[in-house]
């Protein structure tokens, strides 16, 4: 069982990002998988859940009107399109599933906003 984060990358402000969670061994399906990210120097943070049933999204206020989690039919992967990137932006993203007492972690995949 593993999840996948990538897309990551050096970006200037202004400008945007997809990443993108893949399971491997497992779906979806019943899983909520939320966006969280790591600056350095700092506690890790949620930026965006979506939820089992793919119908409700959650976002930071701080990202608000700014990123978008969605997930492809298949829900085999989740995205999290960002858009209008601030160099506060910048730190490890890393996609996590849950499910009850489960929770699957990916590595983080890297996020640097230059200004």
């Known amino acids: 069982v593993q999840l996948q984060a990538s897309g990551g990358g050096l970006v200037q402000a202004g400008g945007s990002l997809r990443l993108l969670c893949t399971a491997s061994g497992f779906s979806f399906d019943d899983y909520a998988v939320g966006w969280f990210r790591q600056a350095p120097g700092k506690e890790r943070e949620g930026v965006s859940c979506?939820?089992?049933?793919?119908?409700?999204?959650y976002y930071a206020d701080s990202v608000k009107g700014r990123f978008h989690i969605s997930s492809d039919n298949a829900k085999s992967t989740v995205f999290l399109q960002m858009n209008s990137l601030k160099p506060e932006d910048t730190g490890a993203y890393y996609c996590?599933?849950?499910?009850?007492?489960?929770?699957?972690w990916g590595q983080g995949t890297q996020v640097t906003v230059s200004s």
């Open positions: 979506i939820s089992v049933d793919y119908e409700h999204t």
């Open positions: 996590n599933a849950a499910l009850g007492a489960q929770s699957f």
